[in-house]
């Protein structure tokens, strides 16, 4: 069984910064993808940066270029999201996500129960 764990939300005002943190445990194949995802309010959820495993390649979304940074933990089993330059429409639940094995045809998709953050103005 697979568990992810977030923490670092909170209220910040904008143009400010916080660091999202996400630990995973459990049986981890080391082909995986995580990342963040997040959701507003009356929104779908939606994309904001990957890592993967091994090659530690990245995938930004355009909205947040520039701005957010996705890194992995020497444990490679945790993930982080340095957020700069927040921006009231940054405001949204963030999830965490794990995607493995890679290898697979239908690869498993794994979540973490979120955590808000919010921008003020």
């Known amino acids: 069984q697979v568990h992810l764990v977030e923490s670092g939300g909170g209220l910040v005002q904008a143009g400010g910064s916080l660091t999202l943190s996400c630990a995973a445990s459990?049986?981890?194949?080391?082909?995986?993808?995580m990342g963040w995802y997040r959701q507003a309010p009356g929104q779908q959820r939606e994309l904001v940066a990957t890592?993967?495993?091994?090659?530690?390649?990245?995938n930004y979304a355009d909205s947040v270029k520039g701005r957010f940074t996705i890194s992995r933990g020497n444990a490679k089993n945790t993930v982080y999201l340095q957020m700069n330059g927040l921006k009231p429409e940054d405001t949204a639940v963030y999830y965490c996500?794990?995607?493995?094995?890679?290898?697979?045809?239908?690869?498993?998709?794994?979540w973490g129960q979120g955590t808000q953050v919010t921008v003020s103005s």
């Open positions: 996500n794990l995607r493995m094995p890679l290898y697979s045809p239908s690869p498993r998709d794994y």
């Open positions: 459990g049986t981890i194949f080391s082909v995986n993808a």
């Open positions: 890592i993967r495993g091994g090659s530690e390649v990245t």
